[in-house]
């Protein structure tokens, strides 16, 4: 009797065995799958790239060259602005805020992005540093992008070249610096007070996938200063295109002293006029490379939680890191396109990288000096 009952328990056994190993022979992804995804990706089901020692090497030194790089450009755009008295000027004082903002995305950004990309695109900073980082990152790089306000003053120093230095005061100037900062403070608040959840399952930092907050947040950011640049550089465009007409007409017209007074007047509305063009000129190729840096970055994001849900992100790692550094970038090239067409700048620059702080405003003064008897010598060449 106990034989028989062994054996057929030893039947049985060896029966739900052999299922057993028929089912994991007709389906063996099914019971990999989660061990795969514990290895090599995450729950959201984002892969965790994996690098050789010299992808390490190659992808770490772009990385640390490009931030070293934004560093060094946008601080010395603040040294320059803040330590030499020509430069000092209420007009400059966006271009600082744009480089503090640029700034700052390079010391408290840029560093953890490097880290997490090298180890493969793995958060190892925790929950709550991720909520901080997100929220940085949102602040810095859309304080960045809303100062294109300077588009506005330049359209006003376009359009009302005599009126418009005497409303360029620090005040105003301090004014629009802070609500550029405030609205970009205001687009960070809601996931940190709960109005939509940042996506972190420890091994994941996301922004918060949420459709509202995802329209808001990139509208404010970036379609709405889009909008107003492009407007207001058409407008800057057409004012420009009259007032050089408007010149000429006035400038073959001879008459009395009262004609002749007026058209002193025009000469130094025209040199205003003629500064604030060259400042738009600039300005236009620095949103020209802003469009280009952040387009494909924004478009992505504001794709992403229609396409792939609000839980996590579908969109492949590795073009979702290359549209973020091509973003990052646009915080580099600010400087060198600002030193490239602004004279009183690139002569800053020179002097500080090689360590002449003796005269700078000295050399300045005398480079303006000469360039304005320059004007006066050839009037009919600059009107």
């Not at 004014?175 to 940042?198: C, D, E, H, R, Y």
């Not at 404010?220 to 407008?235: D, K, N, W």
């Not at 579908?314 to 400087?335: D, H």
Request: hydrophobic share 45%; net charge neutral.
């Amino acid at each position: 009797m106990i034989s028989e009952a062994l054996a057929s328990r030893l039947l049985k056994f060896a029966r739900g065995a052999a299922e057993a190993a028929a089912a994991a022979a007709t389906s063996p992804s099914t019971s990999s799958q989660p061990l795969a995804m514990e290895n090599n990706g995450t729950r959201c089901g984002e892969q965790i790239l994996s690098y050789g020692r010299v992808e390490k090497v190659l992808i770490g030194g772009v990385l640390t060259m490009l931030t070293l790089s934004t560093i060094c450009g946008n601080l010395l755009v603040v040294i320059s602005v803040c330590f030499v008295k020509k430069l000092r000027q209420p007009s400059n004082y966006l271009i600082v805020s744009l480089a503090v903002a640029d700034l700052s995305v390079a010391l408290a950004v840029m560093p953890f992005v490097s880290i997490t990309d090298l180890i493969g695109g793995q958060w190892i900073f925790g929950q709550f540093f991720c909520n901080v980082f997100i929220a940085m990152d949102v602040m810095c790089c859309t304080a960045s992008i809303m100062t294109l306000n300077i588009s506005l003053c330049r359209y006003l120093g376009i359009t009302k070249p005599l009126t418009y230095p005497v409303r360029q005061n620090g005040c105003c100037m301090a004014k629009m610096i802070l609500s550029v900062w405030l609205l970009s403070a205001s687009i960070t608040l809601p996931p940190l007070f709960g109005w939509a959840q940042n996506v972190n399952d420890g091994r994941v930092c996301l922004i918060s996938q949420d459709f509202g907050y995802t329209i808001y947040s990139t509208a404010v950011a970036f379609y709405i200063p889009m909008s107003v640049m492009l407007i207001m550089y058409y407008r800057i465009y057409r004012a420009a295109k009259l007032r050089e007409h408007a010149s000429g007409e006035t400038g073959s017209v001879e008459g009395t002293e009262a004609e002749e007074e007026e058209e002193s007047l025009d000469c130094v509305a025209a040199s205003i006029f003629k500064r604030e063009q060259k400042a738009a000129a600039t300005l236009g190729i620095v949103v020209g490379a802003f469009t280009f840096c952040w387009l494909p970055f924004f478009l992505v994001s504001t794709a992403r939680p229609f396409v792939c849900g609000v839980e996590c992100s579908c969109v492949p790692l590795w073009l979702e890191r290359t549209l973020l550094w091509l973003g990052y970038a646009n915080s580099l090239i600010n400087p060198f396109i600002y030193a490239f067409f602004n004279r009183d700048l690139r002569t800053t620059y020179s002097n500080l990288l090689r360590c002449r702080y003796r005269n700078i405003n000295q050399k300045l003064s005398a480079a303006g000096m000469h360039e304005a008897l320059k004007l006066v010598e050839k009037p009919d060449t600059d009107l």
